[in-house]
């Protein structure tokens, strides 16, 4: 399941992704709150001087990374599954074409039959 979830290859459907993007978003919810709970408080302040543990310090990026990757794994191949690079991920950077590309993964069909990513 790691590969399928991390992996870069492939393609995800718009159900999966769904399925997949709903249980991301849940888990980081739960995780920050974990983290936010582990520091103290909500208080950036608290949070802040949680910092000065390395253990939690590493524990949180470690956390981050690996929310980070999947959600890289789950658009890149959403995108290759509609024909189009994964590569397009680094759209969500720019401005307004970042909400157009969100909503053309979440409701836009991925291409019929084989296509070039569907490795």
């Known amino acids: 399941m790691g590969g399928t979830l991390f992996g870069f290859r492939g393609r995800v459907s718009r159900l999966d992704y769904w399925i997949i993007g709903s249980a991301y978003t849940v888990t980081s919810i739960i995780g920050y709150i974990a983290f936010a709970q582990t520091a103290g408080s909500f208080n950036w302040g608290d949070i802040a001087s949680a910092s000065h543990d390395i253990g939690f310090v590493l524990r949180f990026l470690t956390f981050c990374f690996v929310m980070m990757m999947l959600r890289f794994s789950l658009e890149a191949r959403r995108f290759q ?3 189009v690079t994964g590569y397009w ?3 969500y950077l720019v401005p307004f074409l970042n909400v157009y590309l969100l909503l053309a993964n979440s409701l836009m069909p991925g291409t019929k039959g084989a296509n070039r990513y569907d490795l």
Do not use: N
Request: charged share 35%; hydrophobic share 15%; aromatic share 34%.
């Open 89 to 91: 991920y680094f759209g």
């Open 81 to 83: 599954d509609r024909g």
